[in-house]
């Protein structure tokens, strides 16, 4: 059983580009949530997707955009980059409704330049 | 903002307990604590939780005091692979949407040969 699986692990883009990072959620999880994590600082909330909708919002600008897809599976698109968004990104998984833990992907490495 | 305080830093012998206290005063009712920790560079991995009774499994032990408003890891025989920053999380897991999961600092554990 695959746990949470995220792509890319690194890319790197440019100032004012644009970028999509992908989740694949552990089997049985139906909600994803969104977290970055710059270098030093502890993660922190973007965003939560259940039912293929946002549910909760962290804070963080509208340049910060999600989708869900029935299969779970979520996307994190970031629209005209800074170089503060250079962080570790990351997506857990868990089941809505459950005491049970969230799970958490290996990161994508998001370096702007 | 995160419901928890930890110490920044902390020190453990190769093959003694690791104690990891927290605070978590203003906790309410349903909340429960949650530990993940994260070794560098890599997504956060789930401990161990608990509600009001103490808990045990394969990784650690959670203590939590009658009063809920603090607890404490404990890691029976710390090894060099258990150095990593350890996050304390409170968080409503229940069926309604709020069951985000917030980090603080964390607090960074040196396993010491």
């Known amino acids: 059983d695959a746990g949470v699986t995220q792509s890319p692990t690194h890319l790197i883009k440019t100032r004012g580009q644009q970028v999509t990072l992908r989740c694949s959620p552990k089997s049985g999880h139906d909600t994803v949530s969104w977290y970055q994590q710059a270098l030093g600082q502890g993660p922190q909330f973007i965003f939560q997707y259940y039912e293929e909708e946002e549910r909760q919002r962290g804070n963080f600008p509208d340049r910060f955009s999600g989708h869900q897809f029935p299969n779970y599976s979520s996307e994190l698109n970031v629209n005209a980059l800074l170089l503060g968004d250079s962080a570790l990104y990351l997506c857990a998984s868990s089941l809505m409704g459950s005491n049970t833990e969230a799970f958490f992907g290996q990161g994508t490495r998001l370096t702007v330049v | 903002d995160a419901k928890t305080t930890q110490p920044p830093s902390m020190d453990c012998a190769e093959g003694r307990a690791a104690n990891l206290p927290c605070n978590h005063s203003t906790i309410s009712g349903n909340e429960y604590v949650y530990w993940y920790r994260q070794i560098h560079s890599q997504g956060p991995q789930y401990i161990i939780h608990g509600l009001k009774n103490n808990e045990t499994n394969e990784m650690a032990s959670l203590i939590i005091t009658e009063d809920r408003k603090s607890s404490t890891l404990i890691l029976p025989h710390a090894t060099l692979r258990d150095t990593a920053v350890y996050y304390c999380?409170?968080?409503?897991?229940?069926?309604?949407?709020?069951?985000?999961?917030?980090f603080g600092k964390g607090t960074r554990l040196h396993i010491l040969p």
């Open positions: 999380i409170v968080s409503r897991q229940s069926v309604n949407r709020d069951d985000k999961i917030i």
